[in-house]
Nanobody, 120 residues
């Protein structure tokens, strides 16, 4: 069984910063892509940033230059450093990982989500 556990969300003022973390645990052979998505009330879930196991990254246009995704492969952990936060960044942030369970099988997993609220 594989589990993703996020941490680091909370309430922050506009212009502030937060750092999200997500740890993958369980029967993991290796991890391919890891990433962060978010969902605001009444809106569909959207991509925020993704990172491959080789370190290549991709960001939503709305967060480029403000957010940085990174990962520690030895710890099966992905991070999202969020700077210059705006009220429109308010959402539940979900961690995602494409995990190889064995030499022939892989599957996508989601974390439970962590709330980020940007408000004065």
């Amino acid at each position: 069984q594989v589990q993703l556990v996020e941490s680091g969300g909370g309430l922050v003022q506009p212009g502030g910063s937060l750092r999200l973390s997500c740890v993958a645990s369980g029967s993991i052979f290796s991890i391919n892509v890891m990433g962060w998505y978010r969902q605001a009330p009444g809106k569909p879930r959207e991509l925020v940033a993704v990172i491959t196991n080789g370190g290549s990254t991709n960001y939503a246009d709305s967060v480029k230059g403000r957010f940085t995704i990174s990962r520690d492969n030895a710890k099966n952990t992905v991070y999202l450093q969020m700077n210059s936060l705006k009220p429109e960044d308010t959402a539940v942030y979900y961690c995602y990982a494409d995990i190889r369970l064995n030499i022939i099988s892989n599957r996508g997993y989601w974390g439970q989500g962590t709330q980020v609220t940007v408000s004065s």
